[in-house]
C-alpha cells in the first residue's frame, strides 16, 4: 500500500514497538505479585527485548527516504481537523528507536541484578515498562498531539520511578519536583501547540501532522513561527533539563541508578533535543530562536560543568555532566547542526548509561554509598567496573577514537564553522572542564588508597554478570557507535548521510585543513583537563579531603545556590500566598459566605418556623382563614 | 314554598357549627363527625339550588359526595381505632410529633 504522492508505506509491525512494552507493564500491574519477583523482571526484559529485535528489524527494513506509518484509529475527527492514532518511523525515528529499546532493553537487563533484593522489584519493572512505551509513543509518533501523550507520559514515569523507595520522604520530594519543574515546561510546550494550530487553521490549514506541517508552515508569518518556537522551545528546556529549568535534574538521582541512566541516557531527556529534530523544518525558519537555543545551551553546557568540577556524590557529578552533553546537544540544534546533535544523542546515550550503571555498580558494592570522599582503590575489587567506566570516561572526556571525540568535535566544529566563535569558544572550555571532572571522579572512585571503612571493605565485591554484561556492551558502544559519524579527512560519515532524507544534505563550510586545526585545538584542551585532574586528584599522597575556602569553590560546591535562589524567588512567594489563601482565605471570605448564607436561612426559619406544630387543627383553622380571605377577596370583586 | 334563602342560612350555620367542631374538639371521634356535619350542610347546599334551579346536576354531585363521605367514614375510623390501640388517646393535640 504505497501513496504515490509522499513515499509514506503501511506497515502493521510498527504498533507492535510500543504494545508490547505496554503490555509487560499492564501483566506486570495486575500479575506481577503473583509471578514472583525474578518472573516479573524477566517479563519486563522479555517485553523490552521483543520491541528492540521489532525495531532492529524495522531499521533494516526501512528504506533510507522512506517513511513506515501504521494507523491505528482516527482519534480525533472534528470538521477537517483530524488527528490520527498512528506510528511512524523514518531515518530519525528509527535511530531514537534503537537508542530507547537497544540501551532501554540493556538497563532491564542490569535492573535485574541491581534490584534483585528490592521488595518492589515487580512495581520497579511496571514503571520501566510504561517508561519505555511512553518514551516510543513519543519518537513514533507522526503528530504534535501523540507526541505530547509520550511527552507527558514520560514526565508521569519519571515522577513514579525517582520516587520509587517513597518510603523516604526526600525521594517523594524530588520526583515532585521533577514533576512540576517539568510542568511548567509542558505548560510552554502545549501553549506553542495551541498557537501553531489556530494560526495555521486561520490559514485553513488544520492538522499537526509531522508531513502535513512540514509542507504548510512557510505560510505562516516569521513573528509567529517565532512565537511558536520559542514556546516549543520553553517545553524543550523542561524536558531536557535546560536553563532555567535543569534543577530537577540532579535531584532526579535520588531514584534507584538504573533510573538514572534511563531518564539521562536513553530517554527523557532526549525527548527535547528529538522534538527540535523532528520540528527542524519549524526551527530552521525562526533564526531568532534558534540563536535562543545556541545561546542557551552553550551557557548550560559550561554552567552545568562548572558545577560539576566540584560535587562530591558520584552520581550528581554524573547528572551534572548530563545537563553539560545535553547542553551541547542544544548548541548543535541551535546552530542548525540537527544531524550533530542527534549523533551526540547517540553517542551520549552509550557511555553516559554506561558511567550510571557503572556507578550503580560501584554504589551495588559499598551497600549504597554515593560520596566519592568514601571510595578509592576500587580498581583491584571490580575490574569489569572499572575497565568499562574507564572506557566511558574517555567517551564523555573526547579522546580521539572513542564516540565522545566524534560527536562532541563535529558539534565544536559545526558552531566553528557556522561562525559562532563564542559558542565555540564556550564548548571548547567546557570540554576541558568535561574532562577534568570526569577524571577526577575515575581518579577518586577507582584509585588511590581505599577510603571506605572496614565494613564496607569487608563486603566489596564485583557486580553478577547480570549487571556486567550491559556494561560491557555498552562500553563497546562508547568506543564504535561514534566510528559512524567520522569527519571527512578520516573515513567519512555514514550517519549524515542516514539522516540526509530528514535534515537535507549537510553543509560543509570551512576546509578540511581548518577542521583538523579545531580538532586537534579541542585535544589538546582536553589533554590539559586530564593532566589537571591527575596533578590534582591522580598522583600518590593527594589530598583529596579538603575542599577550598575560596569563593568561587564554595559557589560551584553549592551550585551557584539555584536552588535557594528557586527557592526564595518562587517558592517562599508561592507557599506564603499558598498560606493567606488557606488560612484567611478560604476560611472567613469561602467558608463565611457559604455558612452566612446557611445562617441567614436559618434565622428566617427560626422565625417561621414556629408556625408548624404538629396540631392537625391549627393547620385547618390556617385552611379556614385561607378560604376566607379568598371568599373575601372574590366578593369583593363583584 | 320555603324560600331558597332559608335553606342556605340553614346550611350556612351548619357548616360553621361543623368547622368550629373541627377546630375546638379534643377527640378525633367528634372532629370526624363535625366534618360530616360540614359534608352534609355542603349537600344541603347543593339540593336546595338543585331544586331552585330545576335542575339534576347538583343532585349528582350530592351523591359524589356522600359516597366520598361513607369512604372517608370508614378510612377515618379505622384510623382512629389504630391510633386509639397505639397512643389510648384520642386527643388531636397530643399528636403533635410531625414537626420540626
Not at chain 1, 535543569?246 to 533510573?259: E, Q
Not at chain 1, 446557611?598 to 385547618?620: C, D, E, F, K, P
Request: hydrophobic letters at 55%.
Amino acid at each position: 500500500m504505497v501513496s504515490s504522492e509522499t513515499g509514506i508505506v503501511g506497515y502493521d509491525l510498527l504498533r507492535w514497538i510500543p504494545l508490547i512494552p505496554l503490555l509487560g507493564s499492564v501483566i506486570n500491574i495486575f500479575f506481577g505479585p503473583a509471578l514472583g519477583r525474578k518472573n516479573a523482571g524477566a517479563l519486563g526484559c522479555a517485553a523490552v527485548g521483543a520491541s528492540c529485535a521489532i525495531a532492529f528489524y524495522v531499521f533494516f527494513q526501512l528504506p533510507a527516504a522512506g517513511i513506515f506509518r501504521d494507523v491505528i484509529y482516527t482519534w480525533i475527527d472534528s470538521g477537517s481537523f483530524i488527528v490520527n492514532l498512528s506510528f511512524q518511523a523514518d531515518a530519525l525515528t528509527a535511530v531514537m528507536l534503537l537508542i530507547v529499546t537497544g540501551i532501554g532493553f540493556l538497563i532491564h537487563v542490569y535492573s535485574l541484578g541491581y534490584m534483585g533484593h528490592d521488595e518492589g522489584e515487580a512495581r520497579f519493572f511496571v514503571y520501566l515498562n510504561l517508561f519505555i512505551f511512553f518514551m516510543l509513543v513519543l519518537v513514533m509518533a507522526d503528530n504534535l498531539l501523540l507526541l505530547f501523550v509520550g511527552w507527558e507520559g514520560v514526565g508521569l514515569c519519571s515522577y513514579l520511578l525517582i520516587g520509587f523507595w517513597y518510603e523516604d520522604v526526600n525521594n517523594t520530594i524530588a520526583g515532585n519536583k521533577a514533576f512540576i519543574v517539568n510542568r511548567i515546561g509542558d505548560l510552554g510546550f502545549i501553549l506553542g501547540i495551541f498557537l501553531l494550530v489556530t494560526e495555521l487553521g486561520r490559514q485553513g490549514i488544520w492538522t499537526l501532522d509531522f508531513a502535513e506541517l512540514q509542507k504548510h508552515v512557510q505560510i505562516l508569518s516569521p513573528a509567529t513561527i517565532g512565537l511558536i518556537t520559542l514556546l516549543l522551545f520553553v517545553g524543550a528546556t523542561g524536558k531536557s533539563a535546560q536553563i532555567p529549568l535543569f534543577v530537577w535534574l540532579p535531584d532526579a538521582m535520588a531514584g534507584p541508578t538504573p533510573v538514572s541512566a534511563l531518564i539521562h541516557a536513553a530517554t527523557m531527556v532526549t525527548a527535547g533535543v528529538y522534538m527540535t529534530a523532528r520540528l527542524h523544518f519549524l526551527f530552521s525558519l525562526a533564526p531568532a530562536t534558534m540563536s535562543l537555543i545556541a545561546w542557551t545551551g552553550a551557557a548550560t553546557a559550561v554552567f552545568a560543568a562548572t558545577i560539576a568540577l566540584t560535587q562530591n556524590d558520584i552520581k550528581k557529578v554524573l547528572a551534572y555532566s548530563t545537563v553539560s552533553q545535553l547542553g551541547y546537544m542544544f548548541l548543535a540544534v541551535g546552530v542548525g547542526a540537527f544531524s550533530a546533535a542527534i549523533f551526540h544523542v547517540f553517542t551520549h546515550a552509550f557511555f553516559k548509561a554506561c558511567l550510571f550503571l557503572g556507578a550503580g555498580s560501584v554504589i551495588h558494592a559499598l551497600a549504597g554509598e554515593q560520596n566519592m570522599r568514601k571510595m578509592g582503590g576500587l580498581k583491584a575489587h571490580m575490574p569489569k567496573t572499572y575497565w568499562t567506566y574507564v572506557i566511558a570516561t574517555l567517551a564523555i572526556a573526547g579522546i580521539p577514537l572513542t564516540a565522545g571525540f566524534f560527536s562532541k568535535d563535529l558539534i565544536l566544529w559545526q558552531a566553528f564553522s557556522h561562525g559562532a566563535y563564542v559558542l565555540w569558544g564556550v564548548g571548547l572550555v567546557t570540554a576541558a572542564m568535561t574532562a577534568f571532572y570526569m577524571f577526577r571522579q575515575l581518579f577518586l572512585v577507582f584509585h588511590g588508597e581505599c577510603r571506605a571503612d572496614a565494613h564496607a571493605q569487608a563486603h566489596l565485591h564485583e557486580s553478577p554478570a547480570v549487571m556486567t554484561w550491559p556494561l560491557i556492551l555498552l562500553a563497546i558502544g562508547s568506543v564504535f557507535t561514534g566510528w559512524l559519524g567520522a569527519p571527512e579527512y578520516l573515513w567519512g560519515s555514514r550517519w549524515d548521510h542516514w539522516l540526509e532524507a530528514i535534515f537535507g544534505r549537510a553543509e560543509h563550510h570551512g576546509s578540511m585543513a581548518a577542521e583538523i586545526t579545531v580538532t586537534l585545538l579541542t585535544i589538546a584542551v582536553v589533554a590539559v583537563g586530564i593532566y589537571w585532574a591527575y596533578a590534582k586528584y591522580g598522583t600518590a599522597g593527594a589530598r583529596i579531603d579538603e575542599g577550598s575556602e575560596n569563593l568561587i569553590y564554595r559557589l560551584s560546591l553549592n551550585k551557584y545556590y539555584i536552588d535557594e535562589l528557586y527557592d526564595f524567588v518562587f517558592v517562599r512567594p508561592f507557599t506564603v500566598c499558598s498560606r493567606v489563601l488557606a488560612q484567611w482565605i478560604d476560611p472567613w471570605v469561602i467558608d463565611g459566605t457559604v455558612n452566612g448564607i446557611a445562617a441567614i436561612a436559618r434565622g428566617m426559619s427560626w422565625v417561621t418556623r414556629g408556625l408548624q406544630t404538629g396540631n392537625v387543627q391549627h393547620y385547618a383553622a390556617g385552611f379556614l382563614v385561607g378560604a376566607l380571605a379568598l371568599l373575601a377577596y372574590y366578593i369583593g370583586q363583584f | 314554598m320555603v324560600p331558597l334563602n332559608y335553606y342556605l342560612i340553614l346550611s350556612a350555620i351548619v357548616f360553621a357549627i361543623g368547622v368550629i367542631g373541627v377546630l375546638t374538639r379534643r377527640n378525633l371521634i367528634v372532629v370526624l363527625m363535625s366534618i360530616e356535619l360540614m359534608l352534609n350542610a355542603v349537600n344541603l347546599t347543593f339540593i336546595a339550588f338543585s331544586r331552585f334551579l330545576g335542575s339534576m346536576e347538583g343532585q349528582v354531585a350530592v351523591f359524589f359526595v356522600m359516597a366520598v363521605a361513607a369512604a372517608e367514614a370508614v378510612i377515618g375510623l379505622a384510623i382512629i381505632i389504630s391510633v386509639y390501640r397505639h397512643r389510648q388517646s384520642l386527643d388531636p393535640q397530643e399528636m403533635q410529633l410531625l414537626k420540626w
